[in-house]
T-cell receptor
Framework: DTGVSQNPRHKITKRGQNVTFRCDPI?????LYWYRQTLGQGPEFLTYFQNEAQLEKSRLLSDRFSAERPKGSFSTLEIQRTEQGDSAMYLC??????????????FGPGTRLTVT | AQTVTQSQPEMSVQEAETVTLSCTYDTSESDYYLFWYKQPPSRQMILVIRQEAYKQQNATENRFSVNFQKAAKSFSLKISDSQLGDAAMYFCAYRRLPQGGSEKLVFGKGTKLTVNP
């Protein structure tokens, strides 16, 4: 499978615990995006990387959230001290940013987080 | 900031019939991309169709076509000959042109499409 993969697919955690999600983009893609989707809403942008550099963060990304893409390949999204409001689907997408390219974003299946 | 509005939370259609999903958006930019994404239950989001704002011709992809009205900032999706596999959440999305920025997608809230046999 050469698409975007995310692990785990589901995560249940207790309030106050830390969680980490992983995203593996399509191998040649240099851009990686994180979105959050709550019930009944469309995905909302959280942050994105160009290679290993994190170039933009949404105001939605509070201090409890941190994302990394250490070698410009896979990325991790960590949430510290989880709150019930963090319960959502976390989507990862990747794209190839290149001159003349479409920059089309391909999505992974998401990680569904439930905070109890 | 750009916004995308989908005013139909749910729609239904009979198999083999045609349905149109509505989307309006707001932007001050003159060139941009618009998309329709499909998100089947418990499956990943996939791109259905893309429209470049500088193109006057409406995009088509097999049974899917759009009605792009730039002046009205309207971007509707028509699904012809609906099939059971078309049942999903459909999201309208906006993206700026590649200009050295993030090109993040701005999504509407989605329309849940049910296809009745």
């Amino acid at each position: 499978d050469t698409g975007v993969s995310q692990n785990p697919r589901h995560k249940i955690t207790k309030r106050g615990q830390n969680v980490t999600f992983r995203c593996d983009p399509i191998s040649e893609h240099n851009r990686l995006y994180w979105y959050r989707q709550t019930l009944g809403q469309g995905p909302e942008f959280l942050t994105y990387f160009q290679n290993e550099a994190q170039l933009e963060k949404s105001r939605l990304l509070s201090d409890r959230f941190s994302a990394e893409r250490p070698k410009g390949s896979f990325s991790t999204l960590e949430i510290q001290r989880t709150e019930q409001g963090d319960s959502a689907m976390y989507l990862c997408a990747s794209s190839l940013a290149a001159s003349g390219g479409s920059y089309e974003q391909y999505f992974g299946p998401g990680t569904r987080l439930t905070v109890t | 900031a750009q916004t995308v509005t989908q005013s139909q939370p749910e729609m239904s259609v009979q198999e083999a019939e045609t349905v149109t999903l509505s989307c309006t958006y707001d932007t001050s930019e003159s060139d941009y991309y618009l998309f329709w994404y499909k998100q089947p239950p418990s499956r990943q989001m996939i791109l259905v169709i893309r429209q470049e704002a500088y193109k006057q011709q409406n995009a088509t992809e097999n049974r899917f076509s759009v009605n792009f009205q730039k002046a009205a900032k309207s971007f509707s999706l028509k699904i012809s000959d609906s099939q059971l596999g078309d049942a999903a959440m459909y999201f309208c999305a906006y993206r700026r042109l590649p200009q050295g920025g993030s090109e993040k997608l701005v999504f509407g809230k989605g329309t849940k499409l049910t296809v009745n046999p």
